[in-house]
């Protein structure tokens, strides 16, 4: 059964960290490119960062780039998502998808290219 399980949301303050994990099951990490998107309340979904599954090669938008790293481990088909010096504005729910791009077009990494999202996990940035 395809699956992708976020966990690891929570409440932290400004300039803390917190590492989001996305448990994978029915394909394998190596032939899928997997990606991180977001999305606050009243604003647009937002893809973050998105890592190839067969070269290990990663790409990050403007917004989080020198803050987040996107990892993976193919033994336990699991990606994370290690952000740090988080600021409020990182606020949203946090999605783990499936897709066969990880191009940035325009500045942004396009939601269409992703087949399968995962359920979300909160993560809040509050003083």
């Known amino acids: 059964q395809l699956q992708l399980v976020e966990s690891g949301g929570g409440l932290v303050q400004p300039g803390g960290s917190l590492r989001l994990s996305c448990a994978a099951s029915?394909?394998?990490?190596?032939?899928?490119?997997i990606g991180w998107f977001r999305q606050a309340p009243g604003k647009e979904r937002e893809g973050v960062s998105c890592?190839?599954?067969?070269?290990?090669?990663?790409n990050y938008v403007d917004s989080v780039n020198g803050r987040f790293t996107i990892s993976k481990d193919n033994a336990k088909n699991t990606v994370y998502l290690q952000m740090d010096k988080l600021k409020a504005e990182d606020t949203a729910v946090y999605y783990c998808?499936?897709?066969?791009?990880?191009?940035?077009?325009?500045?942004?990494?396009?939601?269409?290219?992703?087949?399968?999202w995962g359920q979300g996990t909160q993560v809040t940035v509050s003083a």
């Open positions: 998808v499936r897709g066969r791009s990880c191009a940035i077009v325009a500045g942004a990494i396009r939601a269409e290219v992703y087949d399968f």
């Open positions: 029915g394909f394998s990490l190596d032939d899928w490119v």
């Open positions: 890592i190839r599954g067969w070269s290990g090669e990663t």
